[in-house]
């Protein structure tokens, strides 16, 4: 689930959402001025009754193809809090099924939505171990590629590690985080995205084994579970807070660099600390190129 990007609004208390009778699917709207994602705010009910055999077979499709690239790519905690999730492989899950499993574990719980959110929606939804999950899956013909985040990647990729109490904790404070700076501009919105972006989308982890996946948009991606590991093209650097905000990234392409943690330990305890000294810090410091390597980077 990708947080909309920065608006300014004030800060202020969300009321819980509606809940919405007939889910809509939303994904992006083609305009004069090219693709726009469309935003909602609300919950619904998981209209499970409503997917097609087509749509399973999609999931069924994407399961398989994505736990045989895992083997040996995916970091050893998303692949152990897979197997205690027991999502099912041939069919799309039922996320009450799921939740039961995830509450009982790291007090965290799925909830049905209709596409991206706005980010004080989706930062107050983190706070309250809440994850956004869009409810409608992608058509065949998208099975490589699609411009929004669907069911498979909410799911697939970004459920399972909600079983792991550190980067549960992470995602938490994340969200508080993200609420404390909600108002304070967009500048600091965009940083915090790009922080979501590099760990919680896109990061990976060094083993004892090697480097390993462990971000959400790569895990549920054949051609990115692939090349963020094996390819010689982007940077592998080692994971610095500030260097991770001052970082654009592109959401069209692979990623041109990939920032590297050495645990789930080091990613919470960096950035536990109030934000607001590094806010200050960062004001004013033109944004680093995507595929940029500085001074004092650890290249991986």
């Given amino acids: 689930m990708r947080v909309a990007a920065p608006m300014l609004k004030a800060a202020s208390a969300t009321p819980e959402p509606p809940m919405l009778e007939q889910p809509r699917r939303l994904e992006s709207v083609q305009t004069e001025r090219g693709s726009i994602p469309v935003y909602a705010t609300g919950t ?95 058509h065949p013909d998208q099975i490589d590629y699609l411009e929004e985040p669907d069911l498979f990647h909410d799911l697939f990729g970004h459920v399972p590690l909600l079983m792991e109490p550190l980067f549960a904790d992470y995602l938490q404070a994340y969200g508080q985080g993200g609420i404390k700076a909600h108002g304070l501009g967009p500048d600091a919105l965009m940083q915090l995205a790009r922080l979501y972006w590099y760990t919680v989308e896109f990061g990976l982890i060094r083993q004892a084994d090697g480097l390993r996946i462990y971000g959400a948009g790569i895990v549920s991606s054949k051609g990115e579970s692939i090349y963020s590991l094996e390819s010689a093209a982007p ?65 991986l």
């Fill in 44 to 138: 619904v009910e998981q209209p499970w009754a409503q997917y097609t055999a087509t749509d399973h077979t999609v999931w069924q499709q994407l399961y398989a193809r994505q736990q045989a690239l895992l083997v040996g790519r995916a970091c050893d905690a998303f692949l152990a809090a897979q197997e205690k999730l027991r999502m099912p492989a041939d069919h799309i899950p039922h996320f009450s099924d799921l939740n039961q499993i995830l509450t009982a574990a790291t007090g965290w719980q799925i909830v049905a939505v209709e596409g991206l959110l706005p980010e004080l929606d989706f930062f107050t939804h983190l706070a309250n171990r809440r994850f956004p999950v869009s409810w409608w899956i992608r």
């Fill in 235 to 299: 940077n592998r650097l080692g994971f610095d807070l500030e260097r991770v905000m001052r970082t654009r990234y592109r959401i069209d392409s692979f990623q041109q660099t990939y920032f590297v943690i050495d645990s789930f330990e080091q990613l919470i305890s960096t950035t536990l600390a109030d934000f607001a000294p590094l806010y200050a810090r960062l004001a004013g410091q033109d944004p680093i190129p995507a595929d940029a390597v500085l001074d004092g980077d650890a290249v």
